[in-house]
């Protein structure tokens, strides 16, 4: 098992940054893939970024790309992720999704557990 816990969430003004952190514990693998999902009301779970433990390789949505950065400090085994000039429609719960098979996937059913997700609002 692996357990996820993320923080970090919490209400910006559009145009401000948040960092959100995954902490993960349990039975984390060297190759597994580390992922960010996030869901809007009334919208299916989308991808947002994913890493990989062991590889300095990252794939990014093309709304978020050159505004989030995905990035992971194998020694505290937390990734995190840097949101920079959020917009009116970053609002979302952001979950964590740790997959153990070292599939780089952008689909959130390849991922094996999740965490409780943490709410971001971005405000006008």
């Known amino acids: 098992q692996v357990q996820l816990v993320e923080s970090g969430g919490g209400l910006v003004q559009a145009g401000g940054s948040l960092r959100l952190s995954c902490a993960a514990s349990g039975r984390t693998t060297a190759s597994g893939t580390m992922g960010w999902f996030r869901q809007a009301p009334g919208k299916e779970r989308e991808f947002v970024a994913a890493?990989?433990?062991?590889?300095?390789?990252?794939w990014y949505a093309d709304s978020v790309k050159g505004r989030f950065t995905i990035s992971r400090d194998n020694a505290k085994n937390t990734v995190y992720l840097q949101m920079s000039s959020l917009k009116l429609e970053d609002t979302a719960v952001y979950y964590c999704?740790?997959?153990?098979?070292?599939?780089?996937?952008?689909?959130?059913?390849?991922?094996?557990?999740w965490g409780q997700g943490t709410q971001v609002t971005v405000s006008s």
């Open positions: 890493t990989k433990w062991s590889s300095s390789i990252t």
């Open positions: 999704a740790a997959d153990r098979s070292g599939i780089f996937s952008n689909v959130a059913r390849t991922y094996d557990y």
